[in-house]
């Protein structure tokens, strides 16, 4: 984790470990960028590329913080 102040409950931060760790269960990438936790997701374009999305889970922790709080 960066060194940047977290905004957030613990119940926040449970939830984000708690689905990091699913992420990475199911086969998922886990990585920490500027302070945020993200699973990548790896595809292919139809021309054979590589294509990388990050789908950042410290923001889906605070919404279903706030949405149980």
């Known amino acids: 984790m960066s060194s940047m102040k977290r905004r957030f409950t613990h119940a926040a931060d449970d939830y984000e ?38 789908v950042n889970i410290t923001r889906f922790a605070e919404g279903l913080e706030r949405h149980l709080s």
């Open 17 to 54: 470990r708690m689905i990091a760790d699913i992420a990475r269960q199911e086969g998922f990438k886990v990585e920490t960028i500027d302070g945020g936790v993200f699973f990548v997701i790896r595809s292919f374009s139809p021309s054979g590329e590589e294509v990388l999305s990050k």
